[in-house]
């Protein structure tokens, strides 16, 4: 085994492979239609929900994706873990479409990106198949009951249970629909894969792999004509092949393209891939794959190397949930998420714990970031009461091939995970599980390496199951990378998830404690104490990933707050299923650098001190210590910068020089267990409060090249709002994230403030989510008004398919209102 295994990552380590993406779209002459408009949504069960003369006339109206459960009501009769929010139940979506007659001998199938959960579909009133697993893709078969030019019936029944994960997993059709309607000889679903053999700056060797199928028996011969287009569309490689057709035939090609730009994390370039299916010199099929050129390989000693470049992986997990805007899908929301992060410094996401989203890997392609994708959070032993161990027997070989031929293609992905702390660790025989689908990975795709999650040290490596992945991801045992990689010289290891600390934006707990469990449910943004036992503060990774270069890189837990798992604080009793909500109504989770609506916490920062070289100083806490006169107050300053200086109302209170002057902060982990571990990443100092100022002022080589100031604020006077776009797309699903900030009369942030505004919305958008980052409120995030958590909160709107002027106006009792235009095109 042992043997099998080495050989596979020397075949990584080796072999340059070139990847394609794979958000493949169809052109003419057959089509892919967004099938999002129009359906019909109803609550509850029914024992008649597909039938076609059911009458669905009252149902409600609503364009997909669509998540009911965010829109609450938040209950404590729900499960904290979860989000408190509904996400159990049955509900039933319909759709009544007709399909021209003139499309008659076609092939007609829908395709759903992703149903949550336990999907079963009907097409006027035939039972045509069913998916459990709410975060795959799958596409099925509708032509047999079709009715050309008349009246048709799509029913869609969902029953999530609660506890079938262990956050928001979001309920209902959340991802995007489309109607297919293909010749009869055509290239399916994932129809494509492609790779390379070779690739240098001069010259790149291409092998595409293509599917046709055909229902057409009695034409025999086609034509598949392949293209690549760069990113100026113009064609820098071809060929034609013939085909002999039969009902599925498997096409391979191999085509040069020279001084190809390749896609990196600072360059991501994409290319094109067409792929036209002619019979008799007429076009029936044209496949589109959007791509990038690039080479990956994992060494034990040099680490991941990007186009033969050894790139540190300063990686994220994240769950799937978009905050405020739920589990329903959103390019945008997607789009910011990881521009934000990317912001912190982040290069590499780990799809914690299950298949992302299209939409996911296509921003990840654009905005260079690395993806390790995730298929499992549990095998056949279940973590949840309902969980996917319930279907893992049956379904786990089809989800997890599925998703590596929908994924394979693209640049960002770089490892498959078969799973996060898998149970089976700690059984002798785990390994079987963990070899079979490794295998299945490297059947469907032998250029990427896979991966898991551990996390019960030793327990993955005496059951063998260690020994059945190609890269050994290591959840929370940053003092173990060492020891494992003189025990095992030939494995390569990383930090799969790290840290985990908790904290609440802008909160501020004196003294700097060990643990907290604070009567307002909230936790210091010192990041000092943290929440389960087995985190960390950001900086012990720091250390470790420093001490032991050969690991990859370290992968926090999680890049944005999300909805659910609201430890320290409720929901974390794993051992007796117990899911108690006594620390309610903590309702999502504290462990990001980023809050739930995006805000930086103060860690942001400090990832941002070390992930980024863009000269970048932060000053903490805020400087509004009524009563506190007198008193030490500890300041913390966050830099990449080489010293920093502080000024307190203009006084100097002397340089730190970053690596030799550190911080001691309370640590519980491990070997830091109730010990004072010193920080080298944070530079301090003990204040006494006085209103007025703090300043940073950092310095490299002796030159000022980054200053931050804070000011004691006085009352709250007015809004100000900003919108993170004022110019959007008029098609209906765009978004602007607009920022509320409290302020004093002279614009100075009130960093306590917590008033509450309300919303107008005046032209062409709707209101999509307001939110504020406070993990502990439950008011609704579909509501026109929202309290500030500390100074901020957040207006999200989306745009309709008019383009026009959106006025948008906060106002709050005492305060002086704010506008801004968003135009939308
Ligand atoms: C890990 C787990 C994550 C999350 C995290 C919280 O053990 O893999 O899903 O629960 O703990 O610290």
Request: charged share 25%; aromatic share 10%; net charge negative.
């Amino acid at each position: 085994m042992r043997h099998l295994k080495r050989t596979v990552i020397l075949t990584f380590c080796l072999s340059i492979f070139i990847f394609f993406s794979c958000h493949s779209e169809k052109l003419q002459p057959t089509k892919d239609q967004n099938f999002n408009k129009d359906w019909l949504f109803k609550k509850g069960a029914l024992s008649n929900g597909e039938t076609t003369d059911l009458d669905d006339s009252a149902w409600r109206k609503l364009n997909l994706p669509h998540d009911w459960a965010i829109e609450g009501p938040f209950s404590n009769t729900y499960n904290a873990r979860t989000g408190g929010l509904p996400v159990h139940g049955e509900a039933w979506y319909r759709k009544h479409f007709s399909v021209n007659p003139l499309e008659k001998g076609k092939r007609i199938s829908i395709e759903f990106d992703g149903a949550m959960n336990n999907a079963k579909v009907w097409l006027n009133g035939h039972y045509i198949g069913e998916r459990p697993y709410g975060y795959i893709g799958f596409e099925l078969d509708l032509t047999e009951h079709i009715k050309f030019g008349e009246d048709n019936l799509i029913a869609v029944q969902l029953t999530p249970q609660d506890l079938a994960a262990r956050w928001y997993s979001g309920a209902g059709i959340y991802r995007n629909v489309r109607l297919k309607i293909n010749n009869p000889v055509h290239i399916p679903q994932y129809g494509t894969y492609v790779t390379t053999p070779e690739v240098s700056k001069e010259k790149a060797l291409i092998n595409i792999k293509t599917k046709v199928v055909s229902f057409d028996s009695k034409t025999s011969k086609a034509v598949l004509k392949t293209s690549i287009h760069d990113e100026n569309g113009l064609i820098v490689a071809e060929n034609n092949q013939d085909i002999t057709l039969s009902s599925e035939v498997d096409t391979e090609v191999l085509l040069t393209v020279n001084n190809p730009n390749l896609w990196d994390i600072t360059t991501p370039v994409l290319y094109q891939a067409k792929s036209m299916v002619y019979i008799d010199n007429q076009l029936v099929d044209t496949y589109i794959t959007h791509f990038g050129i690039r080479s990956i390989a994992f060494d034990k000693d040099k680490g991941f190397m990007l186009n033969e470049n050894q790139v540190e992986l300063n990686g994220v997990c994240m769950h799937h949930d978009q905050g405020p805007l739920g589990a329903a899908i959103n390019y945008r929301a997607k789009e910011r998420q990881m521009q934000i992060m990317k912001s912190m410094g982040v290069n590499a996401l780990r799809t914690s714990h299950n298949p992302p989203s299209p939409e996911m890997l296509e921003v990840c392609d654009k905005l260079g970031i690395l993806v390790i994708v995730e298929a499992f959070d549990e095998w056949k032993m279940g973590k949840v009461p309902n969980g996917y161990n319930q279907y893992f027997d049956q379904w786990h070989e089809t989800d997890l091939r599925d998703m590596i031929k929908r994924d394979r293609n693209h640049p960002s992905v770089i490892m498959w995970s078969i799973g996060n702390e898998i149970l089976e660790q700690g059984k002798k025989d785990g390994w079987k599980i963990a070899k079979q689908l490794n295998d299945i990975c490297h059947d469907e795709d032998p250029t990427r390496p896979t991966t898991v999650g551990f996390n019960y040290f030793p327990a993955p490596f005496e059951n063998h199951l260690a020994e059945h992945v190609d890269i050994v991801g290591m959840n929370y045992w940053p003092e173990q990378y060492n020891s494992i990689l003189e025990n095992n010289p030939d494995m390569i290891v990383y930090g799969s998830e790290t840290s985990s600390q908790t904290s609440s934006r802008g909160v501020y707990h004196l003294p700097i404690a060990f643990k907290e469990q604070h009567e307002t449910n909230h936790v210091s943004s010192y990041d000092v104490t943290v929440g389960p036992p087995w985190a960390y503060a950001p900086d012990i990774e720091f250390d470790a990933q420093a001490k032991e270069p050969r690991s990859l890189g370290e992968f926090i837990w999680t890049g944005f707050d999300y909805l659910g798992e609201p430890t320290p604080y409720g929901g974390r009793d794993n051992s007796t299923n117990g899911y108690w909500n006594d620390d309610w109504p903590s309702r999502s989770s504290y462990f990001a650098p980023v809050d739930l609506c995006g805000f930086p916490k103060d860690r942001y920062y400090l990832y941002q001190s070390q992930w980024t070289s863009k000269p970048m100083v932060h000053v903490l806490p805020h400087w509004n210590w009524e009563g506190k006169e007198g008193q030490d107050i500890p300041v913390f300053a966050y830099t990449n910068a080489e010293e920093v200086e502080l000024f307190v109302n203009g006084a100097s209170y002397g340089k730190k020089v970053k690596g030799k002057d550190v911080t001691e902060i309370p640590a519980e982990y491990h070997d830091y267990k109730k010990g004072w571990y010193k920080s080298k990443y944070r530079l301090s100092w003990q204040v006494p409060y006085q209103p007025g100022s703090i300043k940073v002022v950092a310095y490299t080589d002796n030159k000022i090249v980054a200053t931050k100031e804070i000011k004691t604020a006085d009352k709250p006077a007015k809004l100000t709002l900003i919108a993170d776009r004022t110019e959007i797309q008029a098609d209906g699903t765009d978004l602007s994230f607009v920022t509320v900030k409290i302020e004093d009369e002279n614009g100075n942030l009130c960093p306590l403030a917590s008033n509450l505004v309300n919303f107008s919305i005046d032209g062409e958008a709707t209101l999509a989510a307001v939110g504020n980052g406070d993990q502990t409120s439950l008011a609704s995030f579909q509501a026109n008004e929202r309290k500030a958590f500390n100074g901020l909160c957040m207006l999200i709107i989306k745009s309709t398919e008019n383009s026009g002027i959106v006025k948008i106006t906060a106002s709050s009792e005492g305060l002086q209102p704010s506008t801004v235009n968003i135009t939308t095109k």
